[in-house]
Structures are given as structure tokens and as C-alpha cells.
């Protein structure tokens, strides 16, 4: 059971492929809590402007915007939940990479699974990703400003 150093570098070089896609993983939940936190916070200020407006027509609008901000938080919030699992799924592999090294127990299978797995959660967390960029994208004209009554 006693590995020697040569196997243990062998083991780290082998792990750092998907220590490389930790960081990007993380780059990128970087990146959809920033937007997340821009989203909230324009709610925020149109749910205020909601509670105030008294013109009907500038009232459905900041309704339908915040309609859709609403719905933006709940994509990228799934979006963010994907690059959670991926990521999380990422580190499972790599923990059975050392288990499996160290105790000498073929989990080839088992680490090819948990990576499938990781690279379809983080497929499906970019595709969401992409679908909210899209409806901000759409949806950039609603957010233009008008004076409050």
C-alpha cells in the first residue's frame, strides 16, 4: 500500500487536468453571481418604482420588466446550481484518482462516470447561461428609464 514518490507525482499530474477545470468552473461562478447580483439589484429598484408609479401604462411596464427580471434570477440561479454540481463532481473525481492510486482499487469506471456526469452538468449550466444572456438581451429595451410620477 506504500506508494513511492515517482507514483505520487504521477497521480498529481494526472489530477491536474481537472484541478484546471476547477478554476475555470470557478471562473465562471464568478462571473453568474456577478450578474446575478446585477439582476437583483435592478428588481430591487423596479419593485420601489412599482410601489409608486400611478401612471397605468408606466406601471405595466415596469411590471413586465420585473416579470422578467424575476425570471432571469430563477435561470441564472440554475445556472449557478449546475456549476455547483459540476464542480463538486470535478473534486469526486479527483478524490477517487488518489483513493484509487493509493489503495490500489480500479475506480476507472467510476471516474469516468463522475466526469461524464460533471462535463453534462456544466453543458447544461452554460446552455442556461446563455438562455438568460438572451432574455437580457431581449428584454434591454424595457429597462430604459423614465421619470417617476
Do not use: H
Amino acid at each position: 500500500m506504500e506508494s513511492s514518490i515517482s507514483d505520487l507525482a504521477q497521480v498529481i499530474q494526472i489530477v491536474v487536468a481537472p484541478v484546471f477545470m476547477l478554476t475555470g468552473i470557478a471562473g465562471f461562478l464568478n462571473v453568474m453571481s456577478g450578474r446575478l447580483g446585477r439582476i437583483v439589484d435592478r428588481a430591487r429598484i423596479i419593485e420601489r418604482r412599482v410601489a409608486i408609479l400611478k401612471n397605468p401604462e408606466k406601471l405595466k411596464i415596469s411590471q413586465v420588466e420585473l416579470k422578467y427580471l424575476w425570471r432571469r434570477i430563477k435561470i441564472i440561479n440554475r445556472s449557478i446550481g449546475m456549476c455547483t454540481a459540476s464542480a463538486l463532481f470535478v473534486c469526486a473525481v479527483v478524490c477517487c484518482l488518489f483513493i484509487g492510486e493509493f489503495l490500489l482499487i480500479n475506480l476507472t469506471q467510476s471516474v469516468v462516470i463522475l466526469f461524464v456526469i460533471a462535463l453534462l452538468l456544466l453543458i447544461v449550466a452554460l446552455v442556461s447561461f446563455l438562455k438568460e444572456v438572451q432574455l437580457a438581451t431581449r428584454t434591454l429595451q424595457m429597462g430604459k428609464e423614465f421619470d417617476d410620477e
